[in-house]
């Protein structure tokens, strides 16, 4: 077990206000990644940081902001929620061994 | 751009059957390509790991075999049991990269 703990599970937001998600782990893992689910679409990465203040954008990044101030934390911060960030948001590290997902965060913007 | 595909979307068979599942992906220079279940409102748990020089990897029930020239895994399900309903998914990692790129996944029901 990678030892990642999403928080919180679940969140219902209004539309235009900022959140953030947290992804803690445990085992010093140096990449980390957030991914978003979405029916139709499966798995999308959103942004992924490889080190302490080292992050990158994937294929779903407009909207979001994430940061890594040390090595166990990992925040997704959506900065003007909308209803179209409605979605399960997966957390994730990666190792020789393949990635590990966390348990997830289900988020509703209303 | 890398594509995986998943098809079918879904399957239902009734218990006891050998299952196929099957992934294929459009970019062949891959580093390793894994497979994964999803349990409805759960996280994704990984069954499988097979890497680019690897041809299958087996795990209980379960085998995964890899073709990279062909852009295709599949993974081996023997003696289907109920437990076994649940959502599958595929993902590439690619050559170079630390990014998994995924299928859509298959929704799979073993009936009793």
């Known amino acids: 077990d990678a030892g990642i703990t999403q928080s919180p599970r679940h969140k219902v937001t209004e539309t235009g206000t900022p959140v953030t998600l947290r992804c803690h782990q445990t085992?010093?893992?140096?990449?980390m990644y957030w991914y978003r689910q979405d029916p139709g679409h499966g798995l999308r990465l959103i942004h992924y940081s490889y080190g302490v203040k080292d992050t990158d954008k994937g294929e779903v990044s407009d909207g979001y902001s994430v940061s890594r101030s040390k090595t166990e934390d990992f925040l997704l911060t959506l900065e003007s929620a909308t209803s179209s960030q409605t979605s399960v948001y997966f957390c994730?590290?990666?190792?020789?061994?393949?990635?590990?997902f966390g348990s997830g965060t289900r988020l509703t913007v209303v | 751009k890398q594509e995986v595909t998943q098809i079918p979307a879904a399957l239902s068979v009734p218990e006891g059957e050998n299952l196929v599942l099957n992934c294929s992906f459009t970019?062949?220079?891959?580093?390793?390509l894994q497979w994964f279940r999803q349990d409805p409102g759960k996280g994704l748990t990984s069954l499988l790991l097979i890497q680019s020089s690897q041809r299958e990897q087996t795990s209980g029930r379960l085998n995964a075999s890899l073709d990279k020239s062909s852009g295709r895994s599949t993974l081996y399900i023997a003696a289907s049991q109920p437990g076994d309903s649940a959502t599958y998914l595929c993902?590439?990692?690619?050559?170079?990269?630390?990014?998994?790129?995924f299928g859509k996944g298959m929704k799979l029901t073993v009936n009793p």
């Open positions: 993902a590439v990692r690619q050559g170079g990269s630390e990014k998994l790129v």
């Open positions: 994730a590290i990666s190792e020789e061994s393949g990635y590990t």
């Open positions: 085992e010093n893992h140096r990449y």
């Open positions: 970019d062949s220079a891959i580093y390793n």
